[in-house]
């Protein structure tokens, strides 16, 4: 997968390689933190799958293979900074501090969101793809208009960047100048549909189009993923305007748990890419260079265990929601046919007659 | 006390005036509302006085228009995104539903989506296609939203204002044939609280409801009644979601005999549901079934015909004549 365009600072095997434009600058710690998070959110993101198989879960949206894009990316934010995902950034929510439990209501299927996204600066699931796209650049409009020093970052994939809401923050971003970084993971499956579909050229390709600058990179290399976003960030937040990452990597998994990716592709495809694990690199990495021990890597292994039955317990404790709850929040003011609806329910629930 | 008279255009202009003097965070958004003022100049000279980052000059995007409000609204920003016309707010349909209507539940109520759109809404100006059309019953239908329509230059200077400082979403339709119909502003005190109907004029036979638009229609069809010795009230919703159900069924139990007023179609309309609901509410009061003038179940006619497709004194008066057979 040499690409002359791609940003890659470690290849597949965890050797470092010489870019022009960027370079990493983490020491070793920071750079095993990377790897813990990943190795994290894979063992929730397996469990999560397991819990689904299980029955315990309405639905779930796998990350693997997408460690190194959601993490590098979550890392490179700052804290005030915004984030606006769709429905698959685990990793990302994992960086900003949302609670794993937090993340799986959603899939439980007792809240349509999880979490308080002022308290994290990370904002709902999105479902529908690519509305949230322009709420990240209407964000950084009121960045912009409160003269403050931050960036907003919003996440979509291959399959969303068809979409008319993702086109049209683009515009919107670039005619504003608005401080915002578009970060799509091609994943390059739209749950049947090969990102080839999606776009002829290849989707970086389309910041320039736009009027901002386009990036690709290597989406499995967390080292990249971080170096760049950063950057676009960094650019962002004082005055430099919008930019399009297009993060180069793979769904390993399937669309959800309701999806059979056997159906639409070849098991080679698929085990070319498992030889570009984004965990693997880095581990190679800290052995090779900063003589990370076996004992640190279990501890983590450990820890992530730890993480996971946690996250199986919490969720297994999550009850039927009272039904009263559906008239929470949908307004802010009363309602009447709220205080209606309220009503007639509780009398049902009463078991009136 | 302050009266002044003034076109409805205007009073939605000054109305928004002064809820930008009122609060730093109110923006307006839309396509050729700044330099231009908007297609109707309802944002007349708006971008002079408060600057582009405030009064803001939008590409032709729709959806992003209200996208991007939402965003605004979630840093903390109150957007009043105008739409150019009626039939060009399908685009943001999804926004709108899925987003705007949404993310306060979504958020467990950590996000206010204090927002309004306005929408120049309903005929009778003589247009070419998707420039006359009532689309305010797909918004009535979704649980979030709350839909508005002012009928007189003084409700429209104070809805807005009210709809400005309400922290629900709004989608606000303004009758665009009544723009330029002028009336008395009272610049000191609201005529009512934003979700309530008003009685225009007090009758005993029929009531008949409408809102925007059909308000002057139904006032002109009581002129007309009277002189054949009925007597209709007249009632304008004002408040289409949520209705104001408590003014309508006190009527309806005086009268017993209910017409509603739209210019929209009557099938799965906001008539139907006015209907349907005084109907549950009023039925040992019922003196006839209540009955929808509307429009017919085609889409909005070439404007040459137009005026055989909006409710009108004639057919208002047929109505009348049916309910008033019945007992």
Not at chain 1, 268 to 296: G, M, N, Q, Y
Not at chain 2, 66 to 95: H, K, M
Not at chain 2, 202 to 210: A, F, H, Q, R, S
Request: aromatic share 8%; with cysteine.
């Amino acid at each position: 997968m040499i690409d002359d365009e791609l940003v890659q600072l470690l290849t597949p095997e965890g050797e470092r390689v010489a870019n022009t434009e960027y370079e990493s600058t983490l020491s070793g710690d920071e750079i095993f933190s990377f790897y813990r998070d990943m190795v994290i959110i894979r063992r929730l993101c397996n469990e999560s799958t397991s819990l689904q198989r299980q029955g315990q879960l309405a639905l779930w949206a796998p990350v693997q293979g997408q460690e190194a894009a959601q993490i590098g990316a979550g890392r490179a934010l700052a804290p005030m900074d915004f984030s606006f995902p769709s429905y698959r950034e685990h990793g990302v929510a994992w960086c900003r501090g949302v609670p794993p439990e937090d993340m799986l209501r959603i899939f439980r299927a007792v809240t349509t969101g999880g979490w308080d996204p002022q308290r994290y600066r990370h904002s709902v699931p999105t479902v529908v793809l690519g509305n949230q796209t322009l709420h990240a650049v209407g964000y950084a409009m009121g960045v912009q208009r409160d003269g403050a020093e931050e960036a907003v970052l919003t996440f979509f994939g291959d399959g969303a960047s068809s979409q008319g809401d993702v086109l049209e923050s683009f515009v919107w971003a670039a005619s504003f100048n608005a401080p915002v970084v578009f970060f799509c993971q091609n994943n390059q499956w739209g749950i049947s549909t090969p990102s080839s579909v999606q776009s002829r050229i290849p989707l970086y390709h389309r910041g320039p189009g736009f009027g901002f600058a386009g990036v690709r990179v290597d989406g499995n290399d967390v080292l990249a993923v971080y170096e760049v976003t950063k950057r676009a960030l960094d650019n962002a937040r004082v005055g430099g305007g919008p930019t399009l990452i297009e993060a180069f990597t793979y769904r390993i998994g399937a669309h959800t748990t309701s999806d059979d990716p056997t159906r639409y592709r070849i098991d080679a495809e698929v085990e070319v890419w498992k030889h570009r694990d984004p965990i693997e690199r880095v581990k190679s990495l800290l052995v090779r260079e900063f003589r990370a021990k076996v004992t640190a890597f279990d501890e983590v292994a450990a820890e992530a265990e730890t993480l996971a039955l946690k996250l199986r317990d919490d969720v297994l404790a999550m009850g039927r929601p009272d039904p009263q709850s559906m008239f929470d929040d949908v307004y802010a003011a009363p309602h009447p046919l709220i205080d209606e609806g309220r009503l007639e329910l509780a009398e049902l629930l009463g078991g009136g007659r | 006390m302050a009266t002044t008279t003034m076109t409805m255009a205007k009073a939605l202009n000054e109305g928004l005036r002064r809820s930008m003097e009122k609060n730093s965070r109110v923006l307006l958004m839309g396509e050729d509302i700044g330099r231009l003022g908007g297609v109707f100049r309802i944002t007349d000279g708006l971008q002079k006085d408060f600057g582009e980052d405030r009064v803001i000059d939008a590409p032709l995007a729709e959806s992003a228009i209200v996208g991007t409000a939402v965003g605004l609204a979630i840093r903390g920003f109150r957007t009043v995104c105008e739409i150019q016309f009626d039939g060009f707010v399908y685009p943001a349909f999804d926004q709108i539903v899925s987003q705007v209507a949404k993310l306060h539940k979504r958020s467990d109520g950590v996000y206010t989506m204090g927002l309004v759109i306005r929408l120049p809404f309903q005929g009778g100006i003589g247009a070419i296609e998707h420039h006359s059309e009532s689309p305010e019953a797909y918004f009535a239908h979704t649980a979030g939203l709350r839909v508005v329509s002012c009928s007189t230059a003084n409700d429209a200077y104070w809805m807005i204002q009210q709809s400005v400082e309400h922290d629900d979403p709004i989608v606000f339709c303004e009758p665009k044939s009544r723009y330029w119909e002028k009336g008395d502003v009272d610049l000191d005190v609201a005529p009512a609280g934003l979700f309530d109907a008003v009685v225009r004029r007090e009758g005993t036979d029929v009531t008949v409801v409408g809102w925007g638009s059909s308000v002057k229609t139904m006032l002109r069809a009581a002129d007309t009644a009277a002189a054949e010795g009925v007597s209709l009230e007249v009632i304008d919703a004002r408040s289409i979601a949520p209705l104001d159900v408590g003014t309508l069924a006190s009527s309806l139990t005086k009268t017993g005999r209910l017409i509603v007023v739209q210019e929209s179609p009557n099938t799965a309309s906001i008539g139907s549901e006015i209907v349907a609901e005084l109907t549950q509410r009023c039925f040992y009061s019922l003196r006839a079934p209540g009955l929808r003038v509307g429009g017919y179940h085609v889409p909005y006619p070439p404007s040459r015909i137009e005026d055989d497709f909006r409710p009108n004194v004639d057919r208002i008066m047929d109505a009348v004549d049916r309910v008033m057979e019945f007992a």
